[in-house]
């Protein structure tokens, strides 16, 4: 007898469900224990010919038709199989374990009539069968007459549920259910019994998630040579595949990521057409150097899973390619493709944790890179319940990155500043790839601020990284190194020609063309920028090119306040308060000369937004602005002993070895007045040199911020 879920077989008597027999021709009886003999292994169809068709010649087709049969009796499915798999080209395989009878399991119940047949039956397979029938029930009876085994089932179900379980399938329950720590014990205690590769797949999945991604790489290797090995190199292919997955999204390594999707390619030329295509198609796309490529290798992809009906794959492509479509700039298509597909994914039709978490960060990805905020906020809140729910803590660093976007554009700093530090000190040892998205975002965060130095800090050696090509172009500008800015700035974007990746670029372009001079450049940029805006229909690229051209107009003597006042209404609809106060900021320049009173008052307005937002050097340019136009200094207190902000901020820069000249050019004032300030400070604090003011900033720990 052959047990396996709520099977018994006999391959005399044939197969029973519970206690109800089931009805089965005896070609797919005799499948179904040749099969089932060799659970875990696969079948070639020619062995399979010679075995149950000994003595007659018969197709494929004969094969093919047997098979269903045998997975309709079973309930079993082809596109999801529990019991039957299909392999290529190669054979089938009986997917669950298999447990023989014994003594203990089974035993002969005659019944009290001598007119009754005796039936032989596994005794725990009847409470089996009422509990599937009645999962909702917290109590059972057994009834029925005497001496027909009812205590007997009882115990023996009592014992069976009190036994030492599989490993391999308590492993594979616990990542089903995102329990990455006991799944971790569970194939660890099943490569303790025997070294089988998807046990060590399993282990290398459980520390993904846990983490440890060096570990995880090395079982996966494994596991791929333990396939290879044994000719199934379907799944050879996968552990392939995943390899590249970590090896370029969590070390950023495209040599060896390239190597192993290399590797894969020439195993699918052995295997032949299978839905590993498909996946080889996926990562494809996934490492692709332009988002036109990766969104024709994702279509690829979605093809080949809907023609094998692979929901993991097909879901996956699904968002793999409206990431790229919104990174081209068709926006609305793209984000169609990825509403579905991760409503699905989150709804439980994907089962593969892993596809389900970059599902979620291709729309965070493209919802960022679009700056849909409200669509980010939305997806944000599903995707940080799901990766709570199910423990996906990489998955949940890349939430507070795109989240942190939210928090800045909105004018929620600080926030987004805690953010971001929390994300980068998770992803910092396990996935330094990454941290260069949160470094990226944390220094643009500090120059709006005018933490200047701390900004150059964080961006130490990604000078030469794409993706901190914005705040470092932004570092260079603010320091007044627009020659090296501008040098950046066009190397990147001869390499990004996809529009929604040049977009946020292309504003400091233009700033940078204006610090140098060149106003037809500039022109040239800002008008690119409109075109972008106008093809994608993004309402902050469009807002962006208003500013951009107001700014241009302004420079070449023609001010058209139309430019600037269409930017601030956008960005002030968008609720971007830094945006709209630089846009109100230079509109108040454009109307200083022929309207004064409402010049001064925009002034005033972008004064009181950046600094409620601690924007310092924005707010020096603001009150320079209104000294200009003879409205004065911001007041400021003159307690005697007490430092005022402005006194912070030069004694900071002092305390960094700057001279007077140095010092009034990163505050947009004076020298003189520098001067003045380092003699209130030395009165204030009864020194007598800028030594000793150095000495005393670096014994007491001053605010940075200007706060008292």
Same mark, same amino acid.
């Given at each position: ?226 396939? &290879?090995?044994?000719?199934?190199? +379907? ?163 890349? +939430? ?78 603010? &320091? ?75 420079? &070449? ?152």
């Amino acid at each position: 007898m052959i047990y396996f879920g709520p099977y018994q077989l006999d391959c005399d008597q044939g197969l029973r469900r519970g206690l109800t027999e089931v009805r089965i021709t005896p070609k797919p009886l005799t499948l179904l224990c040749v099969l089932a003999k060799r659970a875990g292994e696969v079948v070639s169809k020619e062995e399979l010919f010679r075995t149950v068709w000994a003595d007659t010649a018969v197709s494929d087709s004969a094969l093919t038709t047997c098979v269903r049969e045998l997975r309709k009796v079973l309930r079993d499915s082809a596109k999801r199989p529990r019991f039957i798999e299909t392999l290529h080209r190669r054979g089938y395989r009986f997917l669950v374990r298999t447990s023989s009878s014994t003594a203990a399991e089974c035993r002969e119940v005659s019944p009290p009539s001598a007119g009754s047949a005796s039936l032989l039956v596994r005794p725990e397979a009847a409470f089996e069968e009422m509990l599937a029938a009645n999962q909702d029930s917290q109590m059972l009876f057994a009834t029925g007459k005497p001496r027909i085994g009812k205590t007997t089932a009882v115990q023996a179900f009592l014992a069976r549920i009190a036994a030492p379980s599989d490993p391999m399938m308590s492993g594979t329950s616990a990542l089903a259910c995102g329990d990455w720590t006991n799944a971790r014990t569970q194939f660890e205690a099943a490569l303790g019994l025997k070294e089988t590769a998807p046990a060590l797949e399993g282990l290398s999945e459980a520390l993904f998630w846990l983490e440890e991604i060096g570990p995880s790489l090395e079982y996966r290797a494994r596991a791929y040579a333990l396939y &290879c090995e044994q000719g199934d190199f +379907c799944r050879a292919v996968r552990a392939a595949l995943w390899s590249v997955w970590s090896y370029v999204g969590s070390y950023g390594n495209l040599a060896v990521g390239n190597g192993w999707l290399r590797r894969a390619e020439r195993l699918l030329g052995d295997v032949g057409d299978c839905a590993e295509q498909g996946w080889y198609e996926l990562f494809r796309s996934k490492i692709a150097l332009d988002a036109a490529s990766s969104a024709q290798h994702a279509r690829r992809a979605w093809e080949v899973a809907r023609r094998y009906s692979d929901r993991d794959l097909e879901l996956w492509a699904l968002s793999q390619e409206g990431r790229a479509l919104v990174t081209i700039g068709r926006v609305d298509e793209g984000m169609t493709l990825l509403d579905e597909a991760v409503a699905a994914a989150t709804a439980g039709e994907a089962r593969n944790l892993r596809v389900v978490g970059d599902t979620c960060c291709n729309m965070l990805s493209a919802c960022d890179r679009a700056s849909d905020f409200d669509r980010a906020t939305q997806w944000c809140e599903v995707v940080d319940e799901f990766t709570r729910r199910h423990r996906g803590v990489p998955i949940f660093h890349y +939430c507070r990155v795109v989240y942190s976007g939210v928090l800045m554009a909105t004018g929620r700093w600080q926030e987004a500043e805690q953010e971001l530090r929390t994300g980068l000190q998770a992803v910092e040892k396990q996935h330094p790839a990454q941290k260069v998205y949160s470094l990226n975002r944390l220094a643009l965060l500090c120059v709006r601020q005018g933490r200047l130095e701390e900004a150059a800090q964080l961006l130490v050696g990604l000078e030469t990284q794409a993706g901190a090509a914005e705040a470092m172009a932004s570092l260079h500008l603010h &320091c007044g190194r627009a020659t090296l800015a501008n040098a950046l700035l066009e190397k990147r974007l001869l390499s990004h020609t996809d529009d929604l990746v040049a977009a946020p670029l292309l504003p400091l372009l233009v700033d940078t063309k204006l610090l140098l001079g060149d106003l037809a450049a500039a022109r040239t940029s800002a008008v690119s920028l409109l075109e972008i805006g106008e093809r994608t229909a993004r309402s902050l690229v469009q807002a962006q090119a208003s500013f951009a051209l107001g700014r241009v107009d302004f420079a &070449c003597g023609e001010p058209s306040l139309k430019h600037l006042e269409n930017a601030c209404t956008a960005f002030e609809n968008l609720s971007m308060p830094f945006d709209g106060a630089l846009a109100r900021l230079e509109w108040a320049r454009a109307l200083a000369s022929d309207n004064r009173d409402v010049g001064l008052e925009y002034a005033r307005l972008a004064l009181s937004v950046f600094e409620r937002l601690g924007a310092r050097l924005h707010s020096d340019h603001a009150a320079a602005l209104l000294r200009d136009l003879g409205a004065g200094s911001r007041p400021g207190p003159r307690v005697s002993g007490e430092l005022t902000r402005r006194e912070h901020e030069v004694l900071r820069l002092v305390s960094h070895g700057l001279s007077n000249l140095e010092i009034s050019k990163r505050l947009f004032i004076s020298p003189k007045t520098v001067e003045h300030h380092v003699s209130r400070i030395l009165s204030k604090l009864a020194l007598r040199n800028r030594a000793e003011a150095i000495g005393w900033a670096l014994r007491n720990s001053f605010p940075k911020s200007g706060t008292k």
